[in-house]
């Protein structure tokens, strides 16, 4: 009768697990279709100061990883870059032949975005909500909002962003990132 028991707490045992592992693949595929990683290799050769999953958050949250979008705003590619940003960084970073279709281009949309996006990292001493809220709004409005009492407390940090689409753009791309690097963990893993 012990023996009975025993195979029986076995199996259930056994099952369990089996349905334990059974849910975590499915959850890392569900999860890989939801936050693809795509343009990895591009992303790591350009990241400088900066995180692959940070990146990838960005691109998730600017363009879904559609390279041919535009913005309302003119903003075009995978990191929605604006065509006057896209030349000046083309000019700093020597891009040869460099017209605004280019910004189609993942690799040199990616290039030309990650650049930017260190240009602000270095600007504000690596604060992530500054980053990404120049990187959205531009330099001159955070400038703004750091001088006004109503949004920063000591002229630093921010404490309060005014526009509502950069205030979501932050945490998008805070939350995403956050999956990614748990993503790029597991897809590390595997490698």
């Given amino acids: 009768m012990r023996s009975r028991r025993s195979k029986t707490k076995v199996k259930l045992l056994l099952s369990a697990v089996f349905f334990a592992i059974l849910v975590m693949v499915v959850g890392v595929i569900l999860i890989q279709i939801r936050f693809p990683i795509r343009y990895l290799d591009i992303i790591e050769e ?12 960005v691109i998730h949250a600017e363009s879904s990883f559609r390279p041919n ?6 903003a075009m590619g995978l990191m929605q870059i604006m065509e006057d940003t896209g030349q000046q960084i083309a000019e700093k970073l020597r891009i040869e032949d460099y017209d605004t279709n280019k910004l189609f281009d993942p690799e040199t949309n990616i290039r ?11 600007n504000n001493n690596g604060d992530v909500t500054l980053i ?6 531009g330099r001159g409005n955070v400038r703004n909002w750091l001088n006004d009492e109503r949004f920063s407390e000591d002229g630093v940090t921010l404490s309060h962003i005014p526009f509502e689409e950069t205030r979501n753009f932050v945490a998008r791309v805070k939350r995403r990132s ?3 690097t748990w993503m790029l963990w597991v897809y590390n893993w595997f490698r």
């Fill in 112 to 122: 030309i975005g990650t650049y930017y996006l260190n240009m602000h990292w270095l």
């Fill in 69 to 74: 979008v535009v913005s309302h705003a003119g």
């Fill in 46 to 57: 350009n990241a400088g100061n900066l995180e692959p999953a940070f990146i990838l958050a």
């Fill in 132 to 137: 990404l809220s120049s990187y959205n709004a």
């Fill in 178 to 180: 956050e999956i990614y």
